[in-house]
């Protein structure tokens, strides 16, 4: 079983900056793809942003909402995943989670976690 572990959530005014973390742990034997999701109040949860291990080519893919403003970046030894927000705006107020593909070690198969999230408001 895997973990996800957020951090970095909190209040920033408009125009501002966040980092949000997340740590993966557990029986992995590799991380295909790591990514980040979120969800506004009355709202489904959307995709932010998510990018594929570096032997997977480490690409990116971001939503149309966030392109130029967030970036994506991952640290494969650690199974760490970041996303530096910049500029952010009211409408990027939701909670953010952190999901994973992996392989577990000694499995034929692929699974999905996912974290439990970590809020991010962005009011004046």
């Known amino acids: 079983q895997v973990h996800l572990v957020e951090s970095g959530g909190g209040l920033v005014q408009p125009g501002g900056s966040l980092r949000l973390s997340c740590a993966a742990s557990g029986s992995i034997y590799r991380i295909n793809q790591m990514g980040w999701y979120r969800q506004a109040p009355g709202k489904e949860r959307e995709l932010v942003a998510t990018i594929t291990s570096g032997a997977l080519g480490g690409n990116t893919n971001y939503a149309d909402s966030v392109k130029g403003r967030f970036t994506i970046s991952r640290d494969n030894a650690d199974n760490m995943v970041y996303l530096q927000m910049n500029s952010l705006k009211p409408e990027d107020t939701a909670v953010y989670y952190c999901?994973?593909?992996?392989?577990?070690?000694?499995?034929?198969?692929?699974?999905?976690?996912w974290g439990q999230g970590t809020l991010v408001t962005v009011s004046s």
């Open positions: 999901n994973a593909n992996y392989r577990p070690i000694r499995s034929g198969r692929d699974y999905l976690a």
